[in-house]
């Protein structure tokens, strides 16, 4: 009997990917619950504006995640629309194949889940994986019952995008929040108003 690939969807607007995206990352790999991680930056979210462009944050992700149990997947760059969580599960089943698929959020996004683009259908396709953010304690009560979810226990590090873009324009250093390559990237293209 051959095993099932059990693939998770990472995804986020990664505006900039810090290390608490990939101390999550790294953590996800380790647990052995996943055959592969998907890191999926987003195109144009429609629900969070971005600052960076999605080829800057794109860009980003790819100089941070070099491990070969990760893929980074461009389809939501690619696609000249909005960034809808159904539309990237659809591209990855249709470029991995059969398989159990995933979708990893923070606490603070599941009691929105319910506003997700065709979220029904969504929940059929996926199960939600829940990192508790700091600050954000999952209230079971405002799930849907037709979502299916289970929370996933990381720890997750209090390190904010929207944090280190404050520092940035602070002109603070932000050395501790990112890998060296995101912030020679950040200073070469000078993002976020970085000198």
């Given at each position: 009997m051959t095993e099932i690939n059990r693939y998770a969807i990472f995804g986020g607007s990664f505006d900039p990917i810090h290390r608490g995206h990939l101390f999550l990352i790294s953590s996800i790999e380790k647990s052995s619950l996943f055959t592969k991680l998907i890191v999926v930056p987003a195109g144009q979210p429609w629900q969070r504006p971005t600052i960076a462009s999605a080829q800057d944050r794109l860009a980003m992700v790819q100089a941070s995640v070099s491990s070969a149990g990760v893929i980074v997947s461009d389809c939501e760059?690619?696609?000249?629309?909005?960034?809808?969580?159904?539309?990237?599960?659809?591209?990855?089943?249709?470029?991995?194949?059969?398989?159990?698929?995933?979708?990893?959020?923070?606490?603070?996004?599941l009691s929105g889940l319910e506003s997700w683009h065709e979220i029904r259908e969504l929940a059929t396709l996926v199960e939600f994986f829940v990192i508790v953010r700091p600050g954000y304690r999952i209230d079971a009560s405002s799930i849907p019952?037709?979502?299916?979810?289970?929370?996933?226990?990381?720890?997750?590090?209090?390190?904010?995008?929207?944090?280190i873009r404050?520092?940035?324009?602070?002109?603070?250093?932000i050395s501790t929040m990112v890998d060296e390559p995101v912030l020679r990237y950040i200073?070469?293209?000078r993002l976020y108003g970085a000198a």
């Open positions: 760059v690619r696609r000249n629309a909005p960034s809808y969580a159904i539309d990237t599960v659809r591209e990855l089943q249709n470029d991995f194949g059969p398989g159990s698929y995933s979708w990893i959020i923070g606490s603070d996004a019952s037709f979502i299916r979810w289970r929370e996933l226990e990381i720890g997750a590090l209090d390190i904010s995008a929207t944090e404050r520092a940035l324009q602070e002109n603070r250093d200073r070469e293209k």
